[in-house]
């Protein structure tokens, strides 16, 4: 168990901040096709913004790095991360620049389609790192994304794993101009889709998940999960390897599932040095976030966690 008294975990994150504009349809078109949605609605999110909450909503003390644009969107996308108590004293106003969007298409299954522009996001650089590395030396955890520049993220990886500060890599959207060096980090959590476009593998069952996740560690990372949706999480923790049952949930929305799993998994490995249990804490969450819609919206306290644990 936590102590009470403890001092929650100081988690860092690096990414993304993006304003979400998600469109609810019946199915997502296909090619050439127009079709009638059902709603549209402004949603704080990115994947790194998303990570920041998910964190401190499991009760993290979190730091967010990253960039906002000029635009309108700008100061509710700060103001929305305050109102988490996220702190943004290291997010910088990027001039003549618009701030990230994220068009997110939802279909009545749950299941998603997005598309990304950068914005301010692009404007992330190794200088923001190195600016801002007192924020990264003082974490007992580092989370990273990548939809920042990838020398940017290497360059965090860098100052991380000098100061022997935890390092996790949530390896998404998997970016052309992958380098393996990405992977010099404590934990990476790819999804099936990311671990295959990763190795070059098939990850369509929990048998090739495994193999997956030991061509990963061999090429540099220490620990790794694949997240498997409804066929539940493997798990490679130094040399052993471990089956995560998935929590029976009706998917609704799975937009901020990973993010949910990461920023969880974070603080609760922080918090207690145990992988197996930080997973198992982290599927949770990932879990309660695909049963509700929209990205920030859909992540759980540390007390909804807790309490949906006991059911299972």
């Keep these: 168990?936590?102590?009470?008294?403890?001092?929650p975990p100081i988690v860092a994150v690096f990414g993304s901040i993006n304003m979400d504009l998600v469109v609810r349809c019946h199915s997502?078109?296909?090619?050439?096709?127009t079709i009638s949605a059902d709603s549209a609605s402004e949603v704080c999110g990115g994947k790194g913004a998303n990570q920041a909450v998910a964190a401190a909503k499991a009760g993290g003390d979190v730091q967010m790095i990253g960039r906002v644009g000029d635009?309108?969107?700008?100061?509710?996308?700060?103001?929305?991360?305050?109102?988490?108590?996220?702190?943004?004293?290291?997010?910088?106003?990027?001039?003549?620049?618009?701030?990230?969007?994220?068009?997110v298409a939802v279909e009545a299954s749950g299941q998603n389609s997005i598309m990304l522009v950068a914005g301010a996001n692009a404007r992330?650089?190794?200088a923001d790192a190195h600016a801002f590395r007192h924020v990264i030396e003082s974490a007992n955890v580092l989370l990273l994304q990548l939809e920042i520049p990838t020398e940017s993220v290497l360059a965090a990886v860098q100052i991380a794993n000098n100061a022997g500060v935890r390092c996790i890599l949530d390896p998404a959207p998997v970016a052309s101009d992958w380098s393996d060096?990405?992977?010099q980090v404590?934990?990476?959590c790819p999804n099936e889709t990311e671990a295959s476009a990763i190795t070059g593998l098939p990850v369509k069952s929990i048998g090739e998940a495994e193999i997956a996740a030991k061509q990963l560690q061999q090429r540099g990372a220490q620990n790794v999960a694949i997240t498997l949706g409804e066929r539940g999480t493997i798990l490679l923790a130094g040399g052993t390897l471990h089956h995560i049952e998935p929590t029976t949930i009706q998917a609704v929305d799975t937009t901020a599932a990973g993010d949910a799993f990461t920023g969880a998994f974070a603080v609760r490995w922080a918090e207690?040095?145990?992988?197996?249990?930080?997973?198992?804490f982290a599927s949770v969450a990932g879990a309660i976030a695909a049963t509700r819609h929209g990205a920030q919206p859909s992540i759980a306290t540390r007390n909804e966690i807790e309490i949906r644990r006991k059911q299972t």
């Design 186 to 188: 404590d934990f990476v």
């Design 1 to 7: 168990m936590t102590d009470p008294d403890s001092k």
């Design 181 to 183: 060096e990405l992977l």
């Design 28 to 33: 997502l078109p296909v090619g050439g096709q």
């Design 124 to 126: 992330v650089s190794a």
């Design 272 to 280: 207690t040095d145990d992988i197996l249990e930080a997973v198992r």
């Design 71 to 103: 635009d309108a969107f700008a100061q509710r996308l700060l103001a929305n991360l305050g109102d988490h108590q996220v702190d943004t004293v290291a997010v910088s106003q990027t001039s003549n620049c618009a701030s990230g969007l994220a068009i």
